[in-house]
């Protein structure tokens, strides 16, 4: 039995557990009342008392606590019940209890699937959210004490210095957008953003310059690293998720950053990227290179642009997600109902903006629509005619902009925006501007990541984008 960690941090974990399902059992707000404990109780017991326990009895306690987790897998597909925080914590329970039980009994079970175990800690992260008190602690414990005991990182592969391409191309004229987005020359005050600049867009060059990310995300081992083996993320198929092929799967976090960066011709040709994702709750390194910036706390009102605004709902009011993908890579023009601060810690990326003013002519869904807040009007490139009302009315006053490592791009909530990581642009078919982008250089490779988070203290939020992009 692997004793060391049990005493100073899994058996604290389990003392409480035990306490709360009894609690729960009697008050019934713990799980949901058809969720099994059963196979819990069980994994408690075998853990607490102190007689030899065959192999195939912890086997068969590890499968039914896998089975149980199915079963709330099943429930988070029911549209009804997927926020249900019982199943939630039921599901996250269930896992960190099984992993348990395959540490401290590995040797017992001739364990060799360590990667699935970890694996199953985090599909308790990605899919359930790792609800209630210290559960995503003992999770960060139990991966970091397998991978230290089972999956050390491998050395014999050198990995790049640098994920960065270094394929240079000229950034195009950008033809849906005639304006450029402010560029403001000093950060403002505080009193200054809320009071002058929290209506519209603007652009801080250099701003986070003195983050971490900065130095350290431009590198492939570092992001190995701060990973480590066993992990997996969710990723998606397609070029944007208004395409007719796109799809979801999990993708082990290696095998995705090895199919990002590679040069590799004989690669695939679908696009893979994440998107939408806590990364940096999952792999808390990751947070620990961002500093939040100023505004982040300013707690602003609804901007006249958009009255509507509510913060987040969550319980938290944190949300981390992340978009990681390769060159050519879309994210359509939408809406975000937040305060939205945009950082782009490594490389280029081309920015397209649009007021709410503009939402009629952009809303291209109707109101009950599950993608109302996403335009089906390609900004940067179509082989469609392109409706008169857009060129019209919403070119003459669309921003865009490329982003560098260092920038810090605010937004207000309501505002259209979209971002590609940069290949050739294509003409609309009767348009043409004068304006240009100052020279520079475009990613050919993009990971970025979004960051939505609202304040306890104040009822506002904001949405703070860390972008990562390979050029």
């Not at 939408?276 to 709750?281: A, D, G, K, M, V």
């Not at 810090?408 to 304006?435: E, V, Y």
Request: aromatic fraction near 10%.
């Amino acid at each position: 039995m692997n004793t060391s960690l049990f005493s100073d941090k899994i058996k604290p974990f389990l003392d409480q557990l035990k306490v709360e399902i009894s609690e729960g059992i009697e008050g019934g707000d713990l799980y949901p009342n058809d969720a099994d404990t059963t196979p819990i109780l069980k994994a408690l017991d075998t853990l607490y008392i102190s007689e030899t326990h065959t192999g195939d009895e912890v086997l068969d306690i590890v499968s039914s606590l896998d089975s149980s987790i199915g079963i709330a897998n099943d429930v988070f597909r029911n549209p009804g019940h997927s926020g249900n925080a019982g199943w939630r914590q039921y599901y996250t329970d269930c896992a960190i209890v099984a992993t348990i039980l395959e540490f401290i009994f590995g040797d017992a079970i001739k364990h060799m699937g360590w990667e699935a175990s970890i694996q199953r800690t985090d599909l308790a992260i990605i899919v359930a959210g790792s609800p209630g008190p210290g559960r995503l602690y003992i999770i960060y414990d139990l991966i970091e004490a397998i991978q230290g005991l089972h999956l050390p990182i491998l050395s014999e592969t050198p990995k790049p210095s640098s994920i960065l391409s270094k394929r240079h191309l000229p950034v195009p004229r950008l033809h849906s957008a005639e304006l450029a987005v402010p560029c403001l020359t000093r950060p403002p005050s505080l009193q200054t953003f809320l009071s002058t600049e929290i209506n519209a867009p603007f652009v801080l060059r250099s701003h986070v310059n003195h983050w971490p990310a900065v130095s350290r995300w431009d590198s492939l081992d570092y992001l190995y690293r701060v990973g480590g083996r066993g992990r997996v993320v969710p990723v998606e198929i397609g070029s944007d998720y208004t395409s007719e092929d796109w799809t979801q799967r999990f993708m082990p976090w290696h095998d995705f950053l090895d199919r990002m960066f590679s040069d590799s011709p004989s690669e695939p040709s679908e696009t893979v990227y994440l998107a939408q994702h806590s990364l940096l709750t999952q792999f808390p390194d990751l947070r620990n290179d961002i500093i939040l910036p100023d505004y982040v706390y300013s707690g602003p009102s609804a901007p006249d642009t958009y009255p509507q605004y509510k913060p987040p709902g969550n319980e938290e009011q944190l949300v981390i997600n992340a978009w990681l993908g390769p060159r050519g890579t879309i994210s359509p023009a939408h809406t975000d109902p937040y305060f939205n601060c945009y950082a782009q810690v490594v490389g280029r990326k081309t920015i397209w903006l649009a007021p709410p003013s503009l939402s009629n002519i952009l809303s291209t869904h109707a109101r009950s629509h599950p993608l109302y807040n996403t335009s089906s009007i390609n900004v940067f490139q179509s082989d469609l005619p392109i409706p008169v009302d857009f060129v019209e009315h919403v070119v003459p006053h669309a921003m865009t902009i490329v982003l560098e490592p260092g920038d810090l791009l605010c937004m207000p909530p309501g505002w259209w925006h979209a971002m590609q990581i940069q290949r050739k642009l294509s003409p609309f078919p009767g348009l043409d501007n004068t304006m240009r982008h100052r020279d520079s250089v475009v990613d050919s490779t993009c990971c970025p990541m979004k960051i939505i988070f609202g304040m306890p203290s104040a009822i506002t939020a904001l949405c703070v984008a860390v972008a990562l992009t390979a050029y």
